[in-house]
């Protein structure tokens, strides 16, 4: 697939960083992350819905991890990161943890600005190391989550749907990029409205590519990009694959199509 619009050194970046994921979903397999008691109701999605147990200790060292990669490859922002560490005492590591798990944009770029670094920085660490205990939720919170229908964005965390897989048997799976969840829904169905009205759901095919099309709604104006993986010889890991089919985005922006929500990522 086409990765040009995405640097080199950008890219090289992220999957160092889906790389630790792995790591640190491995260094959490051992706790139980999601308070559940809480959970009341079946709404979606559910990790609103819960407390997330957070280990300050492990938090930051994920961060660590994540800050050792980013200057190795963007050195120039090695004086920034050396700035960010020195904050990152225990009650901002709890606040960066609990903002980063609702995605509080307004939060991280007023504690850049007041911090002197990126405005992106902060942001960008703070949700990378809270992805591996949204990963770690999603298993824990499997048997309470929809396998199959339409939920409208991620039954889990909320992300907005954007990215679906034909699997193997040759059914839709939704998939988050953000907490890895996966639902089934009907092929030909709006993953944001959920339209399955005759005509409603266009299916556009890219000339040069056979193995990605582009789910796009008349009704709701949403799209969802659609991966066939049988034609793939290997699957990336979502948050790679979101990013390397970037050029459907913008093939779907260009034509007026968005993703439902204003959460986006
Ligand atoms: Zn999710
Ligand atoms: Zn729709």
């Known amino acids: ?119 992106w920085l902060p942001v960008f660490a703070a949700e990378h190391a809270v992805r591996p205990y949204l990963h770690k939720a999603s298993i824990e919170l499997q048997d309470e989550l929809p396998k199959q229908g339409h939920t409208g964005g991620c039954p889990c965390c909320g992300e907005p749907a954007r990215m679906a897989l034909i699997n193997k048997n040759g059914k839709k799976e939704l998939i988050c990029p953000r907490c890895h969840s996966t639902w089934e829904q009907k092929k030909i169905a709006c993953a944001h409205c959920g339209s399955d009205a005759q005509g409603e759901v266009m299916v556009l095919k890219l000339e040069e590519d056979e193995r990605a099309e582009i789910y796009a709604c008349k009704s709701c104006k949403g799209y969802t990009k659609v991966i066939d993986t049988r034609k793939l010889l290997e699957v990336p890991a979502p948050e790679i694959l979101d990013l390397k089919t970037i050029h459907l985005d913008y093939i779907a922006q260009e034509k007026g199509y968005g993703l439902s929500e204003d959460k986006q990522h």
Do not use: C
């Open 1 to 119: 697939m086409k990765t040009e619009i995405i640097s080199p050194v950008y890219m090289k970046l992220q999957e160092e960083i889906s790389a630790l994921y792995e790591q640190w979903v491995r260094a959490l397999s051992q706790q139980t992350v999601v308070i559940k008691e809480k959970i009341d109701g079946k709404q979606f999605p559910l990790l609103p819905q819960v407390d997330l147990q957070f280990n300050e200790k492990d938090y930051h060292s994920f961060l660590q991890d994540l800050f050792k990669a980013v200057k190795e490859n963007k050195p120039e922002l090695g004086e920034d990161l050396v700035k960010i560490e020195a904050k990152l005492d225990g009650e901002t590591l709890a606040k960066w943890f609990q903002e980063a798990v609702i995605v509080n944009t307004y939060y991280f770029a007023d504690w850049a600005e007041k911090n002197s670094v990126p405005e």
